[in-house]
Nanobody, 129 residues
Framework: QVKLVESGGGLVQPGGSLTLSCAGS????????IGWFRQAPGKEREGVSC????????YYLPSLKGRFTISRDDAKNTVYLQMTDVKSEDTAVYYC??????????????????????WGQGTQVTVSS
């Protein structure tokens, strides 16, 4: 099965930008829905965004207010999360996960247990001045 590795996290100032990458190895991600999730200390894990196979359908956590953009480059077997105008509440460990062989042509963030079975190790994003 595919292995997912996140990268691109780090320290960023409020209002700044950051792009996270989720690289797959072992097999193609072409036919998978990919989701981005985050978990802050003491908080529940929450879905941030997802992108369908082929990239024709996307979904975003409504509270993001258009600040994040998800995309995929199947030629590079990589999914991206572009973060702009970051805020302190964006501080969290960010994970990407694969929904393998989905029946629907549109992705979904919930329920994530059982739906997203392959996860990366996470990358830390810290928003601070």
């Amino acid at each position: 099965q595919v292995k997912l590795v996140e990268s691109g996290g780090g320290l960023v100032q409020p209002g700044g930008s950051l792009t996270l990458s989720c690289a797959g190895s072992g097999r193609t991600l072409t036919y998978d829905h990919i989701g981005w999730f985050r978990q802050a200390p003491g908080k529940e894990r929450e879905g941030v965004s997802c992108i369908s196979r082929g990239g024709r359908s996307t979904y975003y956590l409504p509270s993001l207010k258009g600040r994040f953009t998800i995309s995929r480059d199947d030629a590079k077997n990589t999914v991206y999360l572009q973060m702009t105008d970051v805020k302190s509440e964006d501080t969290a460990v960010y994970y990407c996960a694969a929904d393998r062989g989905p029946l629907s042509t549109t992705c979904a963030l919930v329920p994530w247990k059982g739906r997203y079975e392959t996860w990366g190790q996470g990358t830390q994003v810290t928003v601070s001045s």
